[in-house]
């Protein structure tokens, strides 16, 4: 699965941005997708993630409330609505999708496809 971020930017606090990412190759293997962002000197963090049969949701407490993840399963584009940016959110945005291919016998094999991405910066 290859998958391909827009939308990052530089907005002033209170602001929103809308970042997507866009999959393609064996799409059919994707159980679920995400967004984990990256602020320098921290660790990469779950920003929020979302399955692909069910919809399901889930995000980080910090951004609970002002960010909303979404999917459209016919274009293979998942997207993050960001409102209400504060500074703390500046950090490079990375999109995963977690492949899960099934066999035979034996437990699956899963894998995990990352996007290239995308710098967000909120000023203060």
């Known amino acids: 699965v290859q998958l391909v971020e827009s939308g990052g930017g530089l907005v002033q606090a209170g602001g929103s941005l809308r970042l997507s990412c866009a999959a393609s190759?064996?799409?059919?293997?994707?159980?679920?997708m995400g967004w984990y962002r990256q602020a320098p000197g921290k660790q990469r963090e779950l920003v929020a993630s979302?399955?692909?049969?069910?919809?399901?949701?889930n995000y980080a407490d910090s951004v609970k409330g002002r960010f909303t993840i979404s999917r459209d399963n016919a274009k293979n584009t998942m997207y993050l609505q960001m409102n209400s940016l504060k500074p703390e959110d500046t950090a490079v945005y990375y999109c995963?999708?977690?492949?899960?291919?099934?066999?035979?016998?034996?437990?699956?094999?899963?894998?995990?496809?990352w996007g290239q991405g995308s710098q967000v910066t909120v000023s203060s």
């Open positions: 995963n999708a977690e492949q899960v291919y099934y066999k035979e016998y034996g437990p699956p094999i899963v894998l995990d496809s």
């Open positions: 190759g064996s799409t059919f293997s994707i159980n679920a």
């Open positions: 979302i399955t692909s049969s069910a919809g399901r949701t």
